[in-house]
Nanobody, 115 residues
Framework: QVQLVESGGGLVQAGGSLRLSCTAS????????MDWHRQAPGKQRELVAT???????TYADSVQGRFTISRDHFTNTVYLQMNSLKPDDTAVYYC?????????WGQGTQVTVSS
């Protein structure tokens, strides 16, 4: 069983930055990969960024060059640094962990970008 606790969402103006955190209840080395998803009102949940156990990262085209996913093994935390935010980035952001053939989700954190 893995618990994921997210934080860092909020309200920011377009062009601003936010950093989301997702802290896992287990050692990150035991997790195959972690990623961030987001869901805007009336839209499907979409994958934003992924980081594997080996440290490889991938990004959605819509956030490439603006968002950075990273991790801290000492605190078992994965971060999503979001720069140059746009109103289209407004959504609830969720982190997910894939661990021992199961997936676990955080509770979500709201990000609102005003124009």
């Amino acid at each position: 069983q893995v618990q994921l606790v997210e934080s860092g969402g909020g309200l920011v103006q377009a062009g601003g930055s936010l950093r989301l955190s997702c802290t896992a209840s287990v050692n990150l080395f035991s997790i195959n990969f972690m990623d961030w998803h987001r869901q805007a009102p009336g839209k499907q949940r979409e994958l934003v960024a992924t980081i594997t156990r080996g440290g490889s990262t991938t990004y959605a085209d819509s956030v490439q060059g603006r968002f950075t996913i990273s991790r801290d093994h000492f605190t078992n935390t994965v971060y999503l640094q979001m720069n140059s935010l746009k109103p289209d980035d407004t959504a609830v952001y969720y982190c997910r962990a894939h661990h021992e053939y199961r997936e676990y989700w955080g509770q979500g954190t709201q990000v609102t970008v005003s124009s």
